[in-house]
């Protein structure tokens, strides 16, 4: 089975979330300034305190011990889409040429999979006069032509949305010598995964099987029968049409998450020298989730969007975990160098089951028991920034080590290279531009831009760099934008 084929809900999903609230943590994709310039101590005030674990103390450290205290309120959104239009018709143009599950095991919300009869291959053959070897030429170019879509879903056929907000809160020094943070965040995310099976024809079997069907007297002749592995046809005795259908367990998966997360971290100074200052800091969250699957056989299927609609009305299963994040952060005069590891734990959160019975496939089935339990990886998170002496202007790197998992099973794993003008007055805007490349999983760039007003607005906005066409336009792959108030008192 090809597990890593991708077919998912387009910008409709964006809105089921702004209608119904669903939340997923965590998307992978810092929100507020952090947009723009990557998951990284930027020195930007509070936001910059929400990173790395240890950042708090070193902002502190940075005021001469002064208190800091301030939040930041911000929302954020986001769309990823493959190069192919018209997404739901699309899918169901495929999934007609599949073959339904037995009747009774099972079928999709609203769907009606009894009614399908494969696709009309025409009168391929003359019962008089037979040509085997036309008949088998056109079954092999439709089993080629299911081939080429099933290969258009694995690298075009998919489009994620989901939406995030986040409410970092930073206290001051006045306990046990540190700084505290604590927040509460929120967060979207829904998507559909195809689970592609190969189609195995073999043309030479097919001929075979297609020699004894006519060998057979006409009365004695199957109306269905095989002529290859999963390629399944059926003739009409009375208009001598031939319906072709594949018989496998290629399926689409749906997956809903909703999360509250609420976190709780402790940083401090550990040793100070005239090279410069080490900062340790340690995060606790606590993650409150709900959880939703649902998996369809593409035989099953006769209105694919139906299938993304009933995604408003899962049934969710509760789940609760507690994960924990530690960091390190070097400061000296004009640079800082930090590494944080998050999800030291890896907490495990399960899935529903999902309606197996259709499932004749050992490999399908395996796949979906396994799919139930979501663990979120450990990751470790590098940086690196220099300042300019009054800290007004910065450059600043991020690296993700190694990928994680999100619970849509997308992988992370991203780099960011951005540079920033922070300033103090209410008057001047403070400006950022950064360019980020997810070195895993889609593999997209993008670049983006924010702006800081009136010293409390933050405006952040990132466009990938790859381009699809849809009804005759290039549009970006992705777009992401985040909006938010930062506050300090």
């Not at 025409?122 to 019962?127: A, S």
């Not at 005069?333 to 590494?339: D, H, I, R, S, V």
């Not at 959160?349 to 999902?354: A, E, G, K």
């Not at 690296?399 to 103090?424: E, I």
């Amino acid at each position: 089975m090809i597990i890593k084929p991708n077919l998912t809900v387009t910008a409709s999903v964006l809105v089921l979330f702004c209608a119904t609230p669903v939340y997923a943590g965590p998307v992978y994709q810092p929100p507020g300034s952090n947009l723009t310039l990557g998951d990284v101590t930027h020195g930007n005030r509070v936001q910059s305190a929400s990173s790395n674990p240890a950042a708090a103390a070193a902002d502190q450290n940075r005021n001469a011990g002064k208190p800091t205290r301030g939040t930041v309120l911000s929302g954020a959104a986001g769309l990823e889409y493959g190069n192919v239009q018209n997404l739901f018709d699309y899918y169901d143009q495929v999934t007609a040429a599949y073959e339904p599950s037995e009747p009774g095991t099972g079928g999709g919300p609203g769907q009606l999979p009894e009614l399908k009869t494969g696709l009309d291959l025409g009168q391929i053959w003359d019962n008089l006069d037979p040509d085997i070897q036309d008949a088998v030429n056109t079954i092999a170019r439709e089993v080629a032509t299911q081939v080429a879509l099933a290969a258009l879903i694995r690298a075009e056929g998919h489009a994620k949305a989901w939406i995030a907000a986040d409410a970092p809160f930073l206290i001051g020094t006045e306990y046990l010598g540190g700084a505290w943070t604590f927040g509460v965040n929120w967060s979207g995310s829904s998507k559909a995964v195809g689970l592609v099976q190969p189609i195995d024809f073999d043309p030479d079997e097919a001929r075979q099987a297609l020699e004894d069907w006519f060998n057979t007297q006409i009365a004695d002749r199957p109306v269905e029968f095989s002529v290859s592995n999963h390629v399944e046809l059926a003739v009409d005795p009375v208009t001598n049409a031939v319906f072709f259908s594949i018989d496998n367990d290629s399926s689409i998966l749906t997956k809903a998450t909703q999360t509250t997360e609420l976190n709780l971290g402790y940083s401090r100074q550990a040793w100070s020298g005239s090279a410069g200052s080490l900062f340790l800091g340690a995060e606790a969250r606590l993650y409150l989730k709900q959880l939703s699957r649902l998996s369809v056989r593409f035989g099953d299927i006769t209105d694919s969007e139906e299938l993304f609609d009933a995604i408003r009305d899962s049934n969710f299963r509760s789940d609760e975990a507690l994960g924990v994040d530690v960091g390190a952060l070097w400061v000296g005069n004009n640079y800082q160098l930090g590494a944080q590891i998050t999800n030291i734990n890896e907490p495990t959160f399960i899935f529903p089951d999902v309606n197996l019975e259709p499932y004749r496939s050992e490999t399908a089935i395996g796949f979906l028991q396994r799919d139930q339990k979501y663990t979120m990886d450990r990751q470790l998170k590098l940086e690196a920034s220099l300042f300019t002496a009054s800290r007004s202007w910065s450059a600043h790197l991020g690296y993700d080590a190694d990928p994680a998992t999100d619970p849509m099973g997308d992988r992370f794993q991203w780099l960011t290279v951005s540079a920033g003008f922070a300033t103090d007055s209410w008057w001047i805007p403070g400006g950022r531009i950064g360019y980020r490349q997810n070195l895993a999983g889609t593999e997209l760039k993008y670049l983006s831009i924010g702006i800081t007003a009136f010293r409390i607005f933050n405006f952040d906005i990132a466009s990938a760099l790859d381009t699809v066409t849809i009804d005759g336009q290039k549009l970006p792959q992705g777009l992401m934008a985040s909006i938010g108030f930062e506050i300090s008192w």
